[in-house]
Structure formats: C-alpha cells, structure tokens
C-alpha cells in the first residue's frame, strides 16, 4: 500500500519550575511540563503517530525514560531522529493533523510558530501540519489544570523516489 497512517497520544503533568515547551515552542507560563526530556507533548504524538504508520513501535521503545542520554532532551531533535527512519524506511509524510488539549495558557498566538518549528525539522511545508488547540471544558486532569494532552494523525507517502 502506498499510504500509511498512524496515530499518537501524549500527556504530561504541569508543575512549577519548568518550562512550557510545546512542538519546539517555548510558550510563556508559570507551569511547564514534567518529563524525562523536555515532556513535549504535542512533538511526542507526532513522533507515535510517525511511528506507529510503520509498526515501528512508540517512542518509549526509540527514547526510553530510563536512558540517562534522553534526560532534559530537545524533542525536536528526537523529532529529527524518527524523521530519518522513516525516510531511511522509504516513506515521507503527506501531513500531520494535530490537537493539543489544555486549560490555559491560550495557544492560538503561538500555533503558527510551532507550525513553523515543525516543519523546518521534518523538511515539510507548513500547510502541511495542522496544529489545533482547544480546552477540555473544565473536565478530568487536563480539566482541572493538572496537565496538557496531544494527539495526532500522521499519512506517509511511499516514496517512489
């Protein structure tokens, strides 16, 4: 088959005395993200997404939490990494579609500089990554402020190149 899709998922907690990085974005805030790495979401589901187009597996398995060296890790470049495999598989992503879920802080004026990120580190057009946000209307953990969720759909392309 010539197409592949694929979907992922990420949440992490918020706490204090980190930064709130979101695809490769460093989003003013008084809460960040907790995690083994940078704990961003919204670059950790796409790279799933990727991932799990080709039965590749999760993240986990490529960047375990365990391993010291992914400790305070740039996603982006973790991004890069998964980039390259799928390449290196034969395929290129057609486009990314994505939503992250989160009480506060408004993400609309910052959606097109995640696009932007993006894109620059996947070698892709912009238009072809769509970044939405919206809240959970005051519902469960991501609700009640206690963290921010992500997901996203991935289409790669065979490449006939």
Known sequence: M????GNGYDIHRLVGDRPLILGG???PHDLGLLGHSDADVLTHAIMDALLGALSLGDIGYYFPPTDPQWAGADSLKLLEQVDQLIHHKGW??????????????????HIATMRDRLAAV????????GI???????????G????????AV????????
């Open 144 to 151: 009640r402020e206690e963290g921010i969720a992500a997901y």
């Open 2 to 5: 010539p197409l592949r899709i």
């Open 92 to 109: 290129q992503i057609g486009n990314l579609d994505t939503v992250i879920v989160a009480e506060r802080p408004k993400l609309k004026p």
């Open 25 to 27: 974005v460093t989003i």
């Open 122 to 129: 996947l070698h892709l057009d912009p238009e072809q990554i």
């Open 132 to 142: 939405k946000a919206t809240t959970n209307e005051k519902l469960g953990p991501v």
């Open 154 to 161: 991935a289409l790669l392309v065979k490449d006939e190149g």
